[in-house]
């Protein structure tokens, strides 16, 4: 699987003289490579190479929230967003 991946990316970038695309191929049967890490590897590239905004200046990029379920999801969501928005929207209507 992994040596068809390589090859369908060199021949997708066959014609190109230079190309910064990466490509991440895993197996779920053998050394399975977790989110967390990914994770990690992105927000140290873009901390090293920041892409450059609009106005000039690099773009700060912050860690990301690696949630372990769904149920911790719902609660992040519930925490961070829902009950902002209730209490908002409280003050706004009384």
Same mark, same amino acid.
């Given at each position: 699987?992994?040596?068809?991946?390589?090859?369908?990316?060199?021949?997708?970038?066959?014609?190109?003289?230079?190309?910064?695309? =990466?490509?991440?191929?895993?197996?779920?049967?053998?050394?399975?490579?977790? !989110?967390? $890490?990914?994770? @990690?590897?992105? +927000?140290?590239?873009?901390?090293?190479?920041?892409?450059?905004?609009?106005?000039?200046?690099?773009? =700060?990029?912050?860690?990301?929230?690696?949630?372990?379920?769904?149920?911790? !999801?719902? $609660?992040?969501? @519930?925490?961070? +967003?829902?009950?902002?928005?209730?209490?908002?929207?409280?003050?706004?209507?009384?």
């Amino acid at each position: 699987m992994v040596v068809n991946a390589m090859i369908a990316a060199i021949a997708a970038h066959a014609n190109k003289t230079s190309s910064e695309t =990466i490509y991440h191929v895993g197996s779920s049967v053998s050394n399975p490579v977790k !989110f967390s $890490r990914i994770q @990690r590897c992105g +927000y140290r590239y873009f901390s090293e190479h920041p892409w450059i905004g609009k106005d000039g200046k690099p773009v =700060i990029v912050g860690e990301v929230t690696v949630l372990n379920s769904m149920a911790s !999801f719902h $609660r992040y969501i @519930r925490l961070r +967003y829902l009950l902002p928005l209730q209490v908002c929207l409280f003050f706004f209507y009384s």
